[in-house]
């Protein structure tokens, strides 16, 4: 769900070549998280037993997905 997370789990090699050659990564931006003073993130369940560190703002956009 963040995109930390998925910026990592892109890293991971394949070992089949022509596949690992053509893989797109994801590349994690942090400064796509500005928070603003009233903006205080907290971790939030987004399935069981898998918690994502999130805002009001960014679980409200999560939700609707």
Request: hydrophobic share 30%; proline share 8%; net charge positive.
């Amino acid at each position: 769900v963040h995109d930390y997370t998925r910026s990592l789990l892109s890293a991971i090699p394949v070992p089949h070549p022509r596949v690992e050659k053509k893989r797109q990564r994801i590349l994690y931006d942090k400064d796509a998280h500005r928070y603003g003073e009233n903006e205080h993130p907290e971790m939030r369940e987004v399935g069981p037993g898998h918690y994502v560190m999130m805002s009001d703002a960014e679980w409200v956009a999560w939700q609707k997905r």
